[in-house]
């Protein structure tokens, strides 16, 4: 199974193998919201992403569950990385890319 599959992925086991379409894209999600609202926190309040982590556990976590369940139900209801934006200006690629770059980003401020 690949990323970019053309059927749907009932079972959550199949959507979380290595190359399946969930982990790379919750991972990349969560990266580019952590590096965001860290940055913001950061200048805001002057503490580090660890600190803000620390102060707001839950939240975290809310945020990891609401993610995770945004991006598997399109998955598990047959919507692929590729659609529905394969011609727009916010591509699964550039989702890809600006992801990975965003985890980058996100080990480097932790």
């Known amino acids: 199974m690949r990323a970019n599959m ?3 992925a009932k079972d959550l ?3 979380q193998t290595f190359d ?3 982990p790379e894209t919750i991972n990349g ?3 580019m ?3 965001l609202t860290g940055l913001l926190g950061e200048f805001a309040t002057g503490k580090g ?3 803000q982590t620390a102060h707001h556990p839950v939240t975290v976590f809310l945020s990891f569950v609401l993610i995770s369940i ?3 139900v399109p998955i598990s ?3 692929t990385r590729k659609e529905p934006f394969e011609n727009g200006i916010w591509t699964p690629k550039a989702e890809n890319w600006n992801g990975r770059l965003a985890m980058i980003g996100f080990a480097g401020m932790v």
Request: without cysteine; aromatic residues 8%.
């Open 6 to 8: 053309g059927t749907a």
């Open 13 to 15: 086991h199949m959507m």
């Open 20 to 22: 399946g379409p969930g």
């Open 29 to 31: 999600r969560l990266a």
């Open 33 to 35: 919201l952590g590096v």
């Open 49 to 51: 992403l660890l600190e």
């Open 70 to 72: 945004a991006t598997y």
């Open 77 to 79: 209801r047959g919507y």
